[in-house]
């Protein structure tokens, strides 16, 4: 279902109840999907199955925790971080809905 951000503000609770009991609410600013409203057993139930997934996302995370001692006593710098960040614009496309 497609509300706006405006929709949504103003029947917030009535989005809520709507969530839980079906399915998730995709809202949109100027007719653009930019968020989505779900209910928490949906969220949870994503977050286990990306937890299970063996992607590079979950590895690297898997990984950063694993090395989080780590990772915690190097001191970089904001300067030497952004210098990793690629400069270049993305080429991202939204979802069709």
């Keep these: ?3 706006t951000i405006a929709f ?3 029947h917030l609770p009535k989005l ?3 969530v839980q009991d079906s399915e998730p609410v995709v809202l949109t600013r100027r007719g653009e999907p930019v968020a989505v409203l779900q209910s928490y057993e ?3 139930a994503q977050l286990t ?4 997934s063996d992607n590079w996302f979950s590895r690297a995370m898997k990984w950063r925790e694993e090395n989080k001692d780590v990772l915690a006593s190097i ?3 904001d300067e030497e971080v952004d210098s990793w960040r690629s400069r270049e ?3 991202i496309t ?3 809905l």
């Excluded at 199955?49 to 299970?52: G, I, R, S, V």
Aim: glycine share 0%; no cysteine; aromatic share 12%.
């Design 1 to 3: 279902m497609l509300e």
């Design 8 to 10: 949504a503000k103003n």
């Design 16 to 18: 809520i109840y709507q």
């Design 42 to 44: 949906q969220y949870q």
């Design 49 to 52: 199955q990306a937890n299970k």
């Design 75 to 77: 001191q970089w710098t």
């Design 89 to 91: 614009m993305p080429n």
């Design 94 to 96: 939204p979802p069709v």
